[in-house]
Structure formats: structure tokens, C-alpha cells
């Protein structure tokens, strides 16, 4: 079976730019969930999205915005980048996003900001 | 609010020997705690889950102890390997769908 991939695997964008994140789950997974990971605040919870409706939401501003399709393929939208936006972006995806699933994780999406 | 705790400073090692890593925490209460391992520029490895009401979970070399009262898990490698050398996450659930917080993690580094 084919892990959790993510694209792009790397990506320089300007402050004040927009930047869509993609993630494709293992399949038959129909959680996935968004990451933020820097040095210094570690994974903070973006957002998890299960059969195309945003489940849960962490406490992220309004510019992280995402959905996800029909096929469980989810995107990750920041709008009006900002420097402190540079990071780690990880996707995860399990069945249902119960809390005894393992979360599978992708490689991560390296964004920075300048 | 919710408060996740790892050590922040690296945990040096010699081989052979057993690392302890710590995962406290405030204002939780979690009924579920899960470690990862995250190795340099790759996604967190699911490694174990323990319930609430569960003191000890082993998986091979890997314990994990969970104590409600203190609010604090260990996480435990024995005869460590210099193949260990990587960061540790903690994870928590409080028996929510789709929601888990992490902690910042911690570096081991294991050296022959």
C-alpha cells in the first residue's frame, strides 16, 4: 500500500503570497489531519478534515483554510503569507481519526517564506 | 490551557544503555497517549499507544508508562542502539475524533 504523499515536498513563496498545500492519504483512509511544525513551537494541530467536512480546528488564524475532495485528497490553502509561516507542513491520514487509529504520516511539505 | 511537556535539551546516550524520555502535561486529561519517532526530514512514525487506564505498554525493546495522577508518561528504550538517534514525540487524545496534541519532542542521540 502506498504511504501518505504530499506535494510539494519543497516551496519558497514571497510575504504577502498565497500557497496551496496538497496531501493524498493511504487508501481507504478518510481522515486526514494538517500539521505546523517549527523548532520552536513543535506540531501544532491545524485541522482535520473526515468524508469532506472540516472535523476539528486548532487555533490557527483565518488565512489556514483547507478542504478535502470526494476521494479524500486534501489541500491546505495559506493566504497572505507571513514570515513566522515558514515551516513544516505534515499530513497525516487514518480511517476514521478515532483516538486508538495510528496516524500515518507524509514527508511534509518544506514552505518558506521571504 | 493545555500544556504538552518535553524536554527540550537533547538526551545524550551511550549504547547499550536505557533512555528515559518524559511527557508531562496540564490542564489534560487525555485518554489516550501515543509516542512517535521522527527521524530528519521525514514525518512522525507511529511507535505506541497506552489508555488511561493502563500503567504499562512494552512493544521489543520500547516501554511506555502512563501515570494519571501525575500527569506524566515515560517513554523508555533499553540497550539502545545508536539506530534509535532521533526525536520523540508524545501525543494526546481525550477521546476526541480527529484531534491529537503533540509535544515538542525530544532529540536522543545514541553514540557506539
Known amino acids: 500500500k502506498a504511504g501518505v504523499t504530499q506535494t510539494p515536498r519543497y516551496l519558497i513563496k514571497t510575504r504577502g503570497q498565497q500557497v496551496t498545500l496538497s496531501c493524498s492519504p493511504i487508501s481507504g483512509h478518510r481522515s486526514v489531519s494538517w500539521y505546523q511544525q517549527t523548532p520552536g513551537q513543535g506540531l501544532q494541530f491545524l485541522f482535520e478534515y473526515f468524508s469532506e467536512t472540516q472535523r476539528n480546528k486548532g487555533n490557527f488564524p483565518g488565512r489556514f483554510s483547507g478542504r478535502q475532495f470526494s476521494n479524500s485528497r486534501s489541500e491546505m490553502n495559506v493566504s497572505t503569507l507571513e514570515l513566522g509561516d515558514s515551516a513544516l507542513y505534515l499530513c497525516?491520514?487514518?480511517?476514521?481519526?478515532?483516538?486508538?487509529?495510528?496516524?500515518?504520516f507524509g514527508p511534509g511539505t518544506r514552505l518558506l517564506v521571504l | 490551557s493545555q500544556k504538552i511537556e518535553q524536554n527540550s535539551e537533547a538526551l545524550n546516550i551511550q549504547e547499550g544503555k536505557t533512555a528515559t524520555l518524559t511527557c508531562n502535561y496540564t490542564n489534560y486529561s487525555p485518554a489516550y497517549l501515543q509516542w512517535y519517532r521522527q527521524d530528519p526530514g521525514r514525518g512522525p512514525v507511529f511507535l505506541l499507544l497506552?489508555?488511561?487506564?493502563?500503567k504499562e505498554k512494552r512493544k521489543e525493546r520500547l516501554k511506555v508508562t502512563f501515570d494519571t495522577t501525575l500527569k506524566q508518561s515515560l517513554f523508555h528504550i533499553t540497550a539502545s542502539q545508536p539506530a534509535d538517534s532521533a526525536t520523540y514525540l508524545c501525543?494526546?487524545?481525550?477521546?476526541?475524533?480527529?484531534?491529537?496534541?503533540f509535544g515538542a519532542g525530544t532529540q536522543v542521540v545514541v553514540t557506539p
Open positions: 501525543a494526546l487524545n481525550s477521546d476526541s475524533w480527529g484531534k491529537f496534541q
Open positions: 497506552i489508555r488511561e487506564n493502563e
Open positions: 497525516a491520514s487514518s480511517l476514521e481519526g478515532g483516538p486508538l487509529e495510528t496516524q500515518y
